[in-house]
């Protein structure tokens, strides 16, 4: 049992050095929440020799743990404060709530579905997406709190960006950031628009 343990965070430590710091990702307390909580622990067991390496791990019913590198920018951009109140939407495994939950005042996670069908009322300071999406659902935006913040993956062209936003006036807009490749909610899809063939 020491020795997985020991085996772990030497993964993690290596991940840390070799995906994160080569990336620009040198924020303390990104690496210490990555360091501290085993991704494996996210993974069913014949999966879990995948948990370190540098692309999403694919999981059924349209999960998944994304890669080392988005989480760690994401984190970066999504900078949670103390009082932070954070809804998460969740990519099915719980690995982003984990990492923020000690960042923040208080973390409310969801899956995508119910956050796609959320109606809200300017309830968080941030809202973090385990995913990339076509659409920011409007009830979802109205759960921001006018000032909040939102951090997520975005579909652009067919390309996956970090993205970035807030809500200001009532109004919610999304900046796309870097390219990196995220893994695609299905629930946040954009109604099919008729084209010629």
């Known amino acids: 049992m020491t020795d997985t343990l020991a085996d772990s965070k030497t993964a993690r430590r290596a991940m ?3 995906q994160l710091r080569t990336s620009g990702v040198n924020e303390e307390y990104v690496l210490a929440r990555m360091l501290a909580v085993p991704r494996e622990d996210f993974l069913p067991a014949e999966k879990a ?3 370190y390496i540098d692309r999403a791990v694919m999981l059924g ?3 998944h743990l994304a890669s080392p590198l988005f989480y760690g920018k994401l984190l970066l951009e999504a900078a949670p404060t103390p009082e932070a109140r954070v809804l998460v939407v969740s990519g099915g495994t719980g690995y982003l709530a984990a990492l923020i939950a000690p960042l ?3 973390v409310t996670e969801v899956t995508a579905a119910e956050a796609a ?3 809200g009322a300017g309830e968080y300071d941030l809202i973090v997406i385990d995913g990339a999406i076509e659409q920011l659902p409007d009830g979802l935006a109205a759960a921001l709190a006018d000032g909040g913040r939102i951090v997520t993956g975005l579909v652009l062209r067919q390309v996956t960006r970090l993205a ?3 809500r200001i006036a009532g109004q919610v ?3 796309p950031l870097e390219d990196l490749g ?3 909610l299905a629930a946040f899809a954009a109604p099919k628009r008729w084209t010629f063939a």
Do not use: M
Request: net charge negative.
């Open 104 to 106: 923040a005042s208080s």
């Open 49 to 51: 020799a995948q948990a």
């Open 16 to 18: 840390i050095d070799s």
């Open 182 to 184: 995220i893994p695609v």
């Open 61 to 63: 019913e349209g999960g």
């Open 117 to 119: 069908a959320r109606q």
């Open 164 to 166: 970035s936003g807030g």
């Open 173 to 175: 807009s999304l900046q």
